[in-house]
């Protein structure tokens, strides 16, 4: 059983930047894929950007490209999403995920999930 705790959040104002980490603990963090996902008041749970189990290959959502990314420290049993140029559209509770199939992008696909961490960009 894998247990997962996401930090960093908090309110920040449009334009500015945020770091978040999701330490895993309970399990061997280095054989998982690894992703994060947010959701808004009233809104479906969307996917935000994956990491493969070595960190080496990435895949971020169409929303956040370019703004987002995602690292991986195996080590640290840590994975981070760092997010520039946030938006108030951001604003969501930014959930993390584990699981086993390679870089996928739907919630079905996660065994493993965090409580979740709220992020607000106020404009």
């Known amino acids: 059983q894998v247990q997962l705790v996401e930090s960093g959040g908090g309110l920040v104002q449009a334009g500015g930047s945020l770091r978040l980490a999701c330490t895993a603990s309970?399990?061997?963090?280095?054989?998982?894929?690894m992703g994060w996902f947010r959701q808004a008041p009233g809104k479906e749970r969307d996917f935000v950007a994956a990491?493969?189990?070595?960190?080496?290959?990435?895949i971020i959502g169409n929303s956040v490209k370019g703004r987002f990314t995602i690292s991986k420290d195996n080590f640290k049993a840590t994975v981070y999403l760092q997010m520039n140029s946030l938006k108030p559209d951001d604003t969501a509770v930014y959930y993390c995920?584990?699981?086993?199939?390679?870089?996928?992008?739907?919630?079905?696909?996660?065994?493993?999930w965090g409580q979740g961490t709220q992020v607000t960009v106020s404009s």
């Open positions: 309970g399990g061997t963090f280095s054989r998982y894929e």
């Open positions: 995920a584990a699981g086993t199939r390679r870089l996928e992008t739907s919630t079905y696909a996660y065994n493993y």
């Open positions: 990491i493969s189990w070595d960190g080496g290959s990435t």
